[in-house]
């Protein structure tokens, strides 16, 4: 990371510094905050977790080679530099938004209620034809993962891509504080953590926080055929620019063609120029992503000849509409997280197999005191989508099935993970196209790791 000393850093977290004065100048490697990562130089940040203090482990970083300690703790008498602070947490983004301020780097702020992970996988593939690009690792898109990421950036990257992720109000301003965005990309306006927002006026409202802190000069880009964005009009004197399938919008498609799981084809036009692409991920939705990618990159700078090559050069991650194919089975692990439209899309990508389609769909979390009836509606869907099996795991999870069954489809529930995983091998069929789809703390993913090895 770019220089940072001991005397900067205590600045900038309103800390008080206990060590060696000569110590002072020194800068630091890098921060962390998980003890197995620590390297030589780096600065230990103590996080109090729900089950692990990291106060405990300053003592075994400090002899790994850590130069110095945040610590909520006095240390008492002691030999480690530690900067002594109110609250780490705090401290950690403090940090984060001192160190942004100092970077020149173009930064992409993505938030939104679906597909913000796919839509910064694709803005960063686009980007990296011209930059070079840092992007948010995993899901490090909150208020500890995101000063992680800027902590990241060094002097070699031209661009940071970075997802930004909430579940409360509040949660965004603060996040922006520290990202202080370029360039605001905003996906759609869903239904996820109803819970807490109430409302898709409610997750409007949080989302758009993202604009609090912008810097002055500031590109917004959003959803133009979401009814809730396109009602942003101006913000801060910025007149945003809008991706979607209407022609209205500055970035457009049309000529959009399915090759079933093999991915979507399409023409892109922005402004006065147009070209034709092929997103080699599957799903009506990635259309989307790949014109939100076109228009990021026209805004800085890209011909459309990069623009074509970044979203043709796209691959799956983990967990995100990753197709994985076995001797027995098709399988699209989409199982990182789901909400009702999330879900939806997904199916929809399973309802473009040419074999036999299965749905293996877990409970969504989150959603607030219509969580049955979300759950319900989802099954509804699948069986419109003439999903041929439909398998349903978890509490919640009952509703849909009986959505499912409602209308006519073939569909079973189990209560855990394990039950149908002792059932699977009598479930499916060699060739069947399987969708694994659920909110993340489920973790579905044994489920694909199990599929991956069935021989059927």
Same mark, same amino acid.
Do not use: W
């Given at each position: 990371m770019k220089n940072m000393s001991l005397k900067e850093i205590a600045l900038a977290v309103d800390g008080q510094y206990f060590g060696d004065d000569a110590s002072l100048a020194q800068c630091v490697t890098g921060v962390t905050i998980d003890s197995r990562k620590v390297e030589v130089g780096c600065l230990f940040v103590a996080i109090k977790g729900?089950?692990?203090? #990291?106060?405990?482990?300053?003592?075994?970083?400090?002899?790994?080679?850590?130069?110095?300690?945040?610590?909520?703790?006095? =240390?008492?008498?002691?030999?480690?530099?530690?900067? =002594?602070?109110?609250?780490?947490?705090?401290?950690?983004?403090?940090?984060?938004?001192?160190?942004?301020?100092?970077?020149?780097?173009?930064?992409?702020?993505?938030?939104?209620?679906? #597909?913000?992970?796919?839509?910064?996988?694709?803005?960063?593939?686009?980007?990296?034809?011209?930059?070079?690009?840092?992007?948010?690792?995993?899901?490090?898109?909150?208020?500890?993962?995101?000063?992680?990421? *800027?902590f990241n950036i060094r002097d070699c990257h031209e661009v940071a891509v970075l997802e930004m992720g909430i579940s409360n109000f509040g949660e965004m301003h603060r996040l922006t504080k520290m990202a202080r965005p370029d360039v605001c990309v905003i996906t759609n306006i869903g239904l996820c953590h109803l819970e807490n927002? #109430?409302?898709?006026?409610? *997750?409007?409202?949080?989302?758009?926080?993202?604009?609090?802190?912008?810097?002055?000069?500031?590109?917004?880009?959003?959803? #133009?055929?979401?009814?809730?964005?396109?009602?942003v009009k101006e913000v801060k004197g910025i007149t945003p620019k809008y991706f979607g399938l209407s022609t209205k919008c500055d970035a457009n498609a049309d000529n959009i063609q399915s090759l079933s799981l093999k991915g979507t084809s399409c023409e892109i036009s922005l402004g006065d120029k147009s070209f034709g692409a092929t997103i080699k991920i599957p799903g009506h939705h990635m259309v989307y992503n790949a014109l939100a990618g076109a228009l990021v990159g026209q805004e800085l700078g890209l011909t459309p000849d990069e623009i074509k090559a970044g979203i043709e050069a796209l691959v799956p991650v983990s967990g995100r509409n990753n197709l994985i194919e076995t001797d027995s089975l098709m399988i699209i692990d989409d199982c990182y997280n789901a909400n009702p439209v999330s879900t939806k899309a997904s199916l929809d990508v399973l309802a473009l197999a040419d074999s036999r389609k299965v749905a293996i769909l877990g409970d969504m979390f989150e959603l607030g005191e219509n969580e049955k009836e979300l759950h319900f509606g989802v099954g509804e869907y699948a069986a419109q989508k003439s999903i041929d099996f439909i398998i349903c795991i978890g509490a919640l999870s009952l509703n849909t099935a009986r959505g499912a069954e409602s209308n006519g489809a073939n569909s079973l529930h189990f209560k855990t993970k394990a039950d149908f995983l002792l059932e699977a091998k009598t479930i499916l069929q060699k060739g069947d196209a399987v969708l694994v789809k659920a909110s993340n703390g489920m973790a579905f993913s044994e489920i694909v790791e199990n599929l991956k090895q069935l021989k059927l």
């Open positions: 729900e089950r692990v203090d #990291g106060h405990t482990f300053i003592p075994a970083v400090m002899e790994k080679g850590a130069l110095c300690a945040l610590s909520e703790q006095s =240390l008492g008498n002691t030999d480690c530099p530690y900067i =002594l602070v109110k609250s780490c947490k705090q401290a950690l983004k403090d940090l984060a938004e001192h160190y942004r301020k100092a970077l020149d780097i173009k930064v992409v702020g993505i938030t939104g209620s679906v #597909g913000k992970t796919s839509t910064k996988e694709m803005i960063a593939s686009v980007l990296s034809q011209k930059y070079n690009v840092l992007k948010t690792a995993g899901n490090f898109n909150n208020e500890i993962g995101l000063p992680l990421t *800027i927002l #109430g409302d898709r006026d409610g *997750i409007l409202k949080a989302k758009t926080e993202m604009f609090d802190y912008m810097q002055p000069d500031a590109k917004i880009i959003l959803n #133009g055929d979401d009814d809730k964005l396109i009602t």
